[in-house]
């Protein structure tokens, strides 16, 4: 072996006689080059091949080595790693296995939106907050990263006539300052419900059951007045607290409520905006955040261990 690597330093090393020859390849004329480097290359392989053929013949690997440790079939077969559903995933699974068994189909669409989905069938005003560039990711002037999933809801309804009950699930994208509890990128399921004579108590019943599914049977919901563009009247949901039940602790604020949703019923300028007669027809509609579910449900304190990819954060659920 000893004289074999001699002769590869000979030839094939950094002062070798073909590492030169490909060397010199740059001094020859331009009508040669290719012929000499062609030619220099296929001595190379020649070479390279020569010299682990006879390796090999002399009981090394390809390599050079000479001892390789031999395998024991006999010995148990170490642990493998068994890999799992991303803590999300898990919770996605669990609210669309709720919703479905309501009656709920899923309904999905673009990440990339048209401003006109995203805003403007929704009913948002022109001087919206969330409409100025500072707070929504704009890919061009009329074409974004959706904020909610919202505008899967008008797709939807533009495609299909009442009655229709659909969850939207997906990933959402705002312009956040990056904290504990924000995120420029998040997950939310909303449900759209839409038929003749749909009120704030079926609203109200399908909230509760699916809470209560979520969060045990003794959880309690409670409705706020609240504003938002899509939907009037519009309300907040607080569920009771998950820490004490809703005598008050340090989780809630000693209020002993959490808010967990937004909700309310379908605004008539968009049902107006897909085609349907609000004077016809009525609906509800809800959002809720995977994260936040998810973090309440496990006892997590930072929405950013969701995107780590930490193994050790991961691999507990």
Same mark, same amino acid.
């Given at each position: 072996?000893?004289?074999?690597?001699?002769?590869?330093?000979?030839?094939?090393?950094?002062?070798?006689?073909?590492?030169?020859?490909?060397?010199?390849?740059?001094?020859? /004329? %331009?009508?040669?080059?290719?012929?000499?480097?062609?030619?220099?290359?296929? !001595? #190379?392989? +020649? &070479?390279? $091949?020569?010299?682990?053929?006879?390796?090999?013949?002399?009981?090394?690997?390809?390599?050079?080595?000479?001892?390789?440790?031999?395998?024991?079939?006999?010995?148990?077969?170490?642990?493998?790693?068994?890999?799992?559903?991303?803590?999300?995933?898990?919770?996605?699974?669990?609210?669309?296995?709720?919703?479905?068994?309501?009656?709920?189909?899923?309904?999905?669409?673009?990440?990339?939106?048209?401003?006109?989905?995203?805003?403007?069938?929704?009913?948002?005003?022109?001087?919206?907050?969330?409409?100025?560039?500072?707070?929504?990711?704009?890919?061009?002037?009329?074409?974004?990263?959706?904020?909610?999933? /919202? %505008?899967?809801?008008?797709?939807?309804?533009?495609?299909?006539?009442?009655? !229709? #009950?659909? +969850? &939207?699930? $997906?990933?959402?994208?705002?312009?956040?300052?990056?904290?504990?509890?924000?995120?420029?990128?998040?997950?939310?399921?909303?449900?759209?419900?839409?038929?003749?004579?749909?009120?704030?108590?079926?609203?109200?019943?399908?909230?509760?059951?699916?809470?209560?599914?979520?969060?045990?049977?003794?959880?309690?919901?409670?409705?706020?007045?609240?504003?938002?563009?899509?939907?009037?009247?519009?309300?907040?949901?607080?569920?009771?607290?998950?820490?004490?039940?809703?005598?008050?602790?340090?989780?809630?604020?000693?209020?002993?409520?959490?808010?967990?949703?937004?909700?309310?019923?379908?605004?008539?300028?968009?049902?107006?905006?897909?085609?349907?007669?609000?004077?016809?027809?009525?609906?509800?509609?809800?959002?809720?955040?995977?994260?936040?579910?998810?973090?309440?449900?496990?006892?997590?304190?930072?929405?950013?261990?969701?995107?780590?990819?930490?193994?050790?954060?991961?691999?507990?659920?």
């Amino acid at each position: 072996m000893d004289e074999l690597e001699a002769v590869r330093i000979k030839y094939l090393g950094r002062k070798g006689l073909v590492t030169a020859m490909l060397r010199g390849i740059k001094d020859a /004329s %331009p009508e040669e080059r290719p012929i000499i480097g062609a030619q220099s290359n296929r !001595l #190379k392989e +020649l &070479c390279e $091949g020569l010299m682990a053929e006879r390796r090999t013949e002399l009981g090394g690997d390809i390599r050079g080595n000479f001892y390789v440790e031999p395998i024991d079939g006999t010995l148990p077969a170490s642990e493998g790693q068994v890999g799992r559903r991303h803590v999300l995933a898990q919770t996605f699974n669990e609210m669309r296995r709720v919703l479905g068994g309501m009656g709920y189909s899923i309904a999905r669409g673009p990440e990339v939106e048209l401003e006109y989905y995203n805003f403007e069938s929704l009913n948002f005003p022109e001087e919206h907050p969330s409409r100025d560039l500072q707070d929504t990711f704009y890919v061009t002037d009329d074409v974004l990263l959706r904020t909610h999933t /919202s %505008p899967v809801q008008v797709r939807y309804m533009e495609e299909h006539q009442p009655p !229709l #009950k659909v +969850l &939207c699930p $997906g990933r959402v994208y705002r312009n956040e300052a990056i904290d504990q509890s924000h995120a420029a990128e998040f997950h939310q399921v909303e449900g759209l419900y839409v038929d003749t004579d749909v009120s704030m108590a079926d609203l109200r019943n399908d909230i509760a059951v699916f809470v209560q599914q979520l969060f045990g049977a003794k959880t309690q919901i409670r409705f706020k007045p609240h504003f938002f563009p899509f939907t009037e009247p519009s309300v907040d949901v607080d569920m009771t607290c998950f820490g004490c039940g809703g005598s008050g602790c340090n989780i809630c604020g000693q209020t002993g409520w959490i808010e967990i949703m937004g909700a309310g019923m379908v605004h008539p300028n968009v049902l107006r905006a897909v085609g349907y007669d609000p004077d016809k027809y009525s609906g509800f509609a809800f959002g809720i955040g995977v994260d936040r579910v998810a973090m309440i449900r496990h006892g997590i304190s930072d929405i950013r261990l969701f995107l780590g990819n930490d193994l050790r954060f991961l691999t507990q659920f």
